[in-house]
């Protein structure tokens, strides 16, 4: 997906960029690196801005924090849908995804999203998630034991990032070990949505149809997992259809993947470009937890989200129409100075630290608290058990071309 592509070639380099310039700039090689610069100067220059293609950029905490919360922002499918198709251009790619994927809790307000939030939290409770901290914590071990195993040199995202939400959510959900391969598959191929859209919904249609077969499964045969839970839920409840279940599987299953690997990835990135902070993990490892919490604000994982105008509104005296695109950017909130003291300095321990990185709001994360324990044994593990751990080549550092999303492709350290 490529919201702003069409202005980068106005930039002039002489000089700053004209005001309807900045969302271009976002696609610049020097913001995939960077992108918090670039934040920092929309927030002072045009903090509520409109780019050339008519979609809306909102970069202060206080306005996306209202935002998330303002039910004339709309996360409808049908909505999203009819706005995207009208920019046109590959970004159709997301409206034949949302029409694929059905009604789901993150692509539908209120009172349809409370009715499948109430399904999924039911089944996906704080006592279920917590319970599942021995288990992430033997997965990192072992994940851990076959990189050291391996030679002194490991990618960490390949290594650990990668697949331990793998490996948690097929614990969750009762997927079988030999199905694991085929499952990782097509969760490369989601990942690669915008690259290669045909390839994305031929993956999606099989999961689909896997998924299919599990529920049955265990219909008939319950167990001690997530989609047994759901299935029991949806039996006390007649308005949930076997096609809102299923996309709720979906939904529980997949987007925890992704979030995870950027927090771990990009956390552990940037404990090791501050060692001062690593080794105030490393002495107090009680710190782990609010440390994920700062690590997830420094750099955001999921840089922005979408919404929908449903009804005209004013944000920061700019008039939103009703049709247009809003993009919610959480990483430049986590670093509005409005909001946090010195917000470009990574800071462990920081106060008073309440940042949007998984939303606000009735679609406020759902799988945000399981990701928040994964990476706090992953990286709690991590600093623990490799003392030496440190970058082997700063230089060769990439993320992936997606501006809503933050992951780095690789991350070279020795140990």
Excluded at 97 to 112: A, C, E, F, K, Q
Excluded at 308 to 324: K, M, P
Aim: negative net charge; proline residues 7%; contains cysteine.
């Amino acid at each position: 997906m490529n919201p702003t592509a069409t202005t980068e070639g106005a930039r002039d380099s002489a000089g700053p960029a004209r005001p309807e310039d900045l969302a271009a700039a976002l696609l610049t090689q020097e913001a995939r690196r960077d992108p918090y610069p670039f934040y920092a100067r929309m927030r002072r220059e045009d903090p509520v801005h409109r780019s050339a293609q008519g979609i809306w950029y909102l970069t202060r905490y206080t306005d996306v924090e209202a935002a998330l919360g303002d039910l004339r922002l709309s996360n409808d499918r049908d909505r999203m849908t009819r706005a995207y198709t009208a920019l046109g251009g590959d970004l159709k790619a997301l409206s034949r995804l949302t029409d694929r994927l059905g009604r789901v809790m993150s692509n539908t307000d209120p009172p349809d999203h409370a009715r499948l939030r109430k399904l999924a939290n039911r089944a996906f409770t704080a006592r279920r998630v917590e319970s599942l901290r021995d288990r992430v914590q033997g997965i990192v071990d072992g994940l851990i034991d076959e990189a050291v195993a391996a030679g002194p040199t490991m990618d960490l995202v390949e290594a650990v990032a990668s697949p331990l939400p793998m490996a948690v959510v097929c614990e969750l959900f009762g997927i079988p070990d030999e199905d694991l391969p085929q499952v990782k598959t097509w969760f490369r191929r989601f990942g690669r949505l915008s690259e290669d859209i045909d390839a994305s919904e031929a993956a999606i249609e099989q999961y689909e149809e896997y998924l299919a077969r599990l529920v049955r499964r265990r219909r008939a045969d319950p167990g001690d997992d997530l989609i047994s839970a759901l299935v029991a839920t949806q039996a006390k409840d007649d308005r949930l259809t076997d096609s809102e279940l299923l996309s709720t599987c979906f939904v529980l299953i997949t987007a925890g993947d992704e979030t995870t690997t950027h927090l771990v990835g990009n956390g552990m990135l940037s404990l090791l470009r501050h060692p001062a902070q690593l080794a105030r993990l490393r002495a107090d490892p009680a710190l782990a937890r609010p440390a994920v919490e700062e690590l997830a604000r420094y750099d955001t994982p999921t840089q922005a989200i979408v919404r929908v105008v449903a009804e005209d509104l004013t944000i920061g005296g700019r008039t939103l129409r009703e049709g247009e695109l809003a993009y919610l950017f959480l990483a430049a909130t986590n670093r509005d100075p409005e909001r946090f003291h010195d917000p470009d300095r990574l800071d462990l321990t920081r106060p008073g630290n309440r940042p949007l990185s998984f939303g606000n709001g009735p679609h406020f994360c759902l799988g945000g608290p399981l990701a928040k324990l994964q990476a706090e044994v992953a990286v709690g593990t991590l600093v623990r058990r490799l003392p030496h751990l440190r970058l082997t080549d700063e230089a060769a550092l990439d993320w992936r071309p997606n501006p809503l999303q933050r992951r780095l492709t690789a991350l070279p350290v020795t140990y």
